[in-house]
């Protein structure tokens, strides 16, 4: 296996860069953001290396622009979160200079807030960068594409390499791609090393608030125990009650884990409906990795095999990963549905176009009739009139096939056969 692994986020920056004078790539540590943005940049600046930060702070301290922005272009700043008011001299600067592809900023943080930035708008585009898809660490075979599925395809064929003990490791590991090019016993100590980076160091320096370690790792242990569910925040509040009584200190904790990127959830997609149905609007609880969940709870591959309940919700934060990164390359985003009668879809797939796809994702085989039953209810809820109806429905398992359904026409495939 190479040194670098090609990422689909490359299409983006590449498309971006033909429209817009700064491209911001974010996302959590350890996921590739700065390898990937070195292959668009000429000149790199590198913030996270103090005596380059001391530098550049000191020109931007001055205002001294030409030497803040001297180098071959593009340029880009990594980790530029650190020195906040690059942000307003970029997106001066290409307001004056109006050249495409000029600027790479990336951060694996968001920076302080600050209500007087200017929003960038028109100037600067953000692009999330999320660990490996399946597809990208060449786990999956790829034989069914997302797009082609969208674009009318009917006649699929694919056969996963990959059994349910590999997809229970490949779940604990996580996409992160250091991890990945490493033997399976040290790629599962890499992805415990992180965790433990996160909720001992990094939960601390996103905000300069000084936050407890071991409260953190409590409430994560919290927040993965609710994994793939619509839970309140007053029920992780519950299960922390011996570290944590206050509202607002939780939430001070999961807004950190936000800055950071590792708390994702899914927000509630709202259709347009035939008859009045009140929806769930609550977001479903996700991770950017399930390796995160994984870790957080203390959990390995043996384990996840021993507790079937437990391995699906993480199986579903696998499969929410994948499609997040399926879809951003084809322009579009993901939702989940839930309604008040119970009927829900675990993702709905919304393109920028308007086309949709509703998904249930199920690790095992006994429960694809079921999952068909709810995809095919929720065609039938949307009113066809006021919006298109689904471009497909599948059923997104941990089995060896993909097929399509003949009675119903359903999609049935594997995560290890799926791709953009």
């Not at 590198?46 to 001297?70: C, I, M, P, T």
């Not at 990959?162 to 090019?181: H, V």
Request: aromatic residues 8%.
């Amino acid at each position: 296996m190479s040194e670098y692994l090609p990422r689909l986020i490359e299409f983006n920056i590449a498309e971006q860069s033909e429209v817009m004078g700064c491209i911001v790539v974010e996302g959590p540590k350890w996921c590739g953001k700065s390898t990937t943005a070195k292959r668009f940049a000429k000149t790199v600046v590198e913030l996270q290396r103090d005596k380059v930060y001391q530098k550049y702070s000191l020109f931007a301290a001055n205002g001294d622009d030409e030497y803040l922005l001297e180098g071959e272009k593009p340029l880009m700043f990594d980790e530029w979160q650190k020195l906040p008011s690059l942000w307003d001299t970029i997106r001066a600067e290409v307001d004056t200079i109006k050249e495409k592809g000029q600027f790479i900023l990336t951060g694996s943080a968001k920076p302080i807030e600050d209500k007087g930035r200017h929003s960038g708008a028109g100037r600067m585009v953000k692009i999330v960068m999320r660990p490996m898809s399946l597809w990208e660490s060449q786990e999956s075979t790829g034989q069914i594409s997302l797009g082609a599925l969208f674009n009318g395809e009917t006649k699929i064929k694919g056969d996963a390499q990959l059994d349910i003990s590999r997809i229970a490791f490949i779940t604990c590991r996580g996409g992160w791609p250091a991890a990945i090019l490493m033997d399976d016993k040290n790629a599962l100590l890499a992805s415990r090393n992180y965790y433990k980076l996160l909720v001992e160091v990094d939960i601390t320096d996103v905000d300069d608030i000084k936050r407890n370690p071991e409260r953190a790792k409590k409430i994560l242990h919290a927040y993965a125990r609710q994994v793939s569910s619509l839970a309140a925040n007053r029920t992780i509040l519950k299960d922390v009650a011996e570290v944590c009584t206050d509202g607002k200190t939780l939430i001070s904790y999961l807004n950190a884990f936000k800055k950071l990127f590792v708390i994702e959830d899914v927000l509630a997609w709202s259709p347009k409906l035939r008859s009045k149905t009140t929806i769930q609007t609550t977001p479903k609880r996700q991770f950017v990795d399930p390796s995160v969940a994984a870790q957080a709870l203390e959990v390995c591959p043996e384990d996840l095999l021993d507790d079937v309940h437990t391995f699906g919700l993480l199986f579903e934060s696998l499969c929410t990963r994948d499609l997040r990164i399926y879809a951003a390359k084809l322009g579009g985003t993901i939702y989940h549905y839930h309604d008040e009668k119970g009927l829900e879809a675990d993702i709905i797939i919304h393109l920028d176009n308007g086309d949709w796809a509703a998904v249930e994702v199920k690790l095992g085989g006994h429960q694809i009739d079921e999952a068909a039953k709810n995809l095919l209810k929720l065609k039938e809820k949307i009113d066809s009139e006021r919006m298109r109806e689904p471009k497909f429905l599948m059923v997104l398992t941990g089995l060896d096939y993909a097929y399509r359904r003949p009675n119903d026409g359903i999609f049935v495939v594997p995560i290890g056969c799926l791709r953009d």
